[in-house]
């Protein structure tokens, strides 16, 4: 088992994070805390990098005014962003740190900013959603 793989894991455990399932060979896991509001979440530990994505909802037009007021709450996002899929059409919170000199502070801090980021915009989020 990489080393990397199994650091992140008893740092999820740490953080009490349920980890839903787990896939050793790609070195991927789905992760929840329902009650902050997280579910399904992906950590995958692609060295030299761990990445962290959230599919939040899908927006059902190409509206440059939701684009626009996505990437202003970008700019209030303590950790990760709002991304966009190649269809254009799943918005996903997305973080990446380093794997190297990875600790516990730095994955509380990314998925603290997610739950923070779920609190302070859910209407603004169902509201793109709807559009």
Do not use: W
């Amino acid at each position: 088992m990489d080393n990397y793989f199994l650091k992140v894991k008893n740092y999820l455990i740490e953080l009490e994070y349920e980890i839903v399932s787990e896939n050793i060979d790609d070195s991927v896991f789905v992760i929840q805390k329902e009650e902050d509001g997280i579910k399904n979440l992906m950590i995958a530990c692609d060295d030299p990098i761990l990445i962290i994505e959230q599919y939040l909802f899908d927006v059902e037009s190409e509206n440059c005014d939701t684009y626009k007021k996505l990437l202003q709450i970008n700019r209030n996002i303590v950790h990760g962003a709002f991304v966009i899929d190649e269809s254009g059409k799943k918005i996903i919170f997305r973080d990446t740190l380093q794997l190297e000199n990875l600790d516990i502070n730095e994955i509380q801090g990314s998925l603290n900013s997610l739950v923070l980021l779920l609190s302070e915009y859910t209407d603004e989020m169902l509201n793109f959603s709807r559009q």
